[in-house]
């Protein structure tokens, strides 16, 4: 089983135990343990499908008798009236699966949605919008499988695959050449290959970080495009360049006509709506 399958197993037990605890009572209650019925996913606003494969799972993962007959896959744009997939099996299954499914589906399609429309914004040019670690706990995975599905692409997952050097590690470290030379050699000790990114404060601290080098990605933190345009002509190429801090939408295109080759967006995961949608008998 690979990192990203352990996760969303542990993910989908977790968010069992917590919705039904020691029974679903209501269900349980009112429903025969022998009725069976269909259920179908309603789509209730326009957006980007995101979540079909993990719905699958979810569905799997408690009651493998459960059909699904999928209709609309992930990553399609989709609209009021839609009908995605269609589950059908036990009715006490499909109403203790509804609610997990659709916290699921509705988050990540908010997600891949919000991430089409920042992807759509840099079109024309070669700048990619990246996610960052500022995700739900415990739902990173799946969030950012959504920005994917969406169109962007992803940073780094957690602490554990990529080395950035952020202001409070430069400051810590005791300089730009301390922190740069110390994750160098603690990837040589260590065995380790991973890509070191460095962030950057101003055109000062760039002018640093080109003179240590041994770098893969410099970060410009809180520049205005004015300034990103001057770093971008400064680093030449050398590395890829990647903007940060306080973008908006409305900004968004002004920083990819600097030449960055990535932006990243903690709005992408941090405050996105989900997108409306039910899960109705049929």
Known sequence: MNKEQELIDRLIDLAFAEDIGDGDHTTLSCIPATAMGKSKLLIKEAGILAGIEVAKEVFRRFDPALKVE???????????????????????????????????????SGIATMTHKYAG???????????????????RILEKMAVKIGGGVNHRIGLFD???????????????????TCAKEYCKEKGKDLQIEIEVRNLDELQQVLKVGGVNRIMFDNFTPALTKKAVEMVAGRYETESSGGITFETLRDYAECGVDFISVGALTHSVKGLDM?????
């Open 70 to 108: 999928v209709f609309i896959n992930d990553g399609a744009e989709v609209n009021p009236g839609d009908v995605p997939m269609i589950v059908e099996g036990k009715i006490q299954s499909l109403l203790q699966t509804e609610r997990l499914m659709l916290n699921i589906m509705q988050r990540m």
């Open 121 to 139: 914004q840099l079109k024309g040019t070669h700048t990619r919008v990246l996610d960052t670690r500022k995700t739900t706990p415990g739902m």
């Open 162 to 180: 990529m080395i950035l050097l952020k202001d409070n590690h430069v400051d810590f470290a005791g300089g730009i050449e301390k922190a740069i």
């Open 278 to 282: 039910s899960f109705k008998a049929c």
